[in-house]
């Protein structure tokens, strides 16, 4: 079994929608989480993080991480075509030095 | 401030062959990551140095391998070229690698295209 596991998609839904991306993990261990966008032939950009328990909202984006359920999300609201990619969670722990990746769910925003 | 550098961006070798990649990370930042990326295996971790050592190391092969310079550059080195080395490699640096409110963010690089024929 997967360190992160995460629906790896495709995932469609028309522009405006409000967009949820999840990952679960099994290493209790993990504080720090992350989502990555990655385009096509491009490399991760960070979108968001968060250390611990807790929401954090950035403009359209809202991360969520409950550590009691192993469970964080990505919220996107009022999507955009511009928000298709792939979206990559990722997490680690104060020592580990790397981060664990699900394996990313494809996105595509239609017009 | 510019980000992570990597070159070449695309690379061509045969089987057999070795292969050496360079990374710059961003300004400040001491610690560089490596990572591979295939569609079946997504995002793997290679190994990572800070200070010129390397701290930690994933689960690959010794035909992979890597240094840091004084100046945090970075390179990574395939030996041995397998088919299965086809890959996008993906360089990540962040800033000081640990103490009082360190972030285990990473900061990705655009990658290194590598097919092996």
């Known amino acids: 079994q997967k360190e992160v596991e995460q629906d790896p998609g495709p995932l469609s839904v028309p522009e405006g929608a409000i967009v949820s991306l999840n990952c679960t993990y099994s290493?209790?261990?993990?504080?720090?989480f992350m989502w990555y966008r990655q385009y096509s032939r491009k490399g991760p950009e960070l979108l968001m993080y968060?250390?611990?328990?807790g929401n954090k909202e950035d403009g359209r984006f809202t991360a969520q991480v409950d550590k009691s359920s192993k469970y964080i999300s990505l919220f996107i609201r009022d999507s955009q075509p511009s928000d298709s990619a792939t979206y990559l969670c990722?997490?680690?722990?104060?020592?580990?030095?790397?981060?664990?990746f699900g394996s990313g769910t494809r996105l595509q925003v239609q017009p | 401030k510019a980000g992570v550098t990597q070159t070449p961006r695309y690379l061509i070798k045969t089987r057999g062959q070795q292969v050496t990649l360079s990374c710059s990370p961003i300004?400040?930042?001491?610690?560089v990551s490596w990572y591979q990326q295939t569609p079946g295996q997504g995002l793997q971790f290679l190994f990572e140095?800070?200070?010129?050592?390397?701290?930690n190391k994933g689960n690959f092969p010794g035909r992979f391998s890597g240094r840091q310079f004084s100046n945090s550059r970075s390179e990574m080195n395939v030996s041995t070229l397998e088919l299965g080395d086809s890959a996008l490699y993906l360089c990540?640096?962040?800033?000081?690698?640990?103490?009082?409110?360190?972030?285990?963010?990473?900061?990705f690089g655009p990658g290194t295209r590598l097919l092996v024929l």
């Open positions: 990722a997490m680690s722990y104060t020592g580990r030095r790397a981060l664990t």
């Open positions: 290493n209790s261990a993990f504080q720090y």
């Open positions: 968060t250390y611990s328990s």
């Open positions: 300004s400040g930042h001491r610690s």
């Open positions: 140095y800070f200070s010129e050592t390397q701290r």
């Open positions: 990540a640096s962040q800033t000081t690698g640990g103490g009082a409110g360190y972030q285990e963010t990473q900061y």
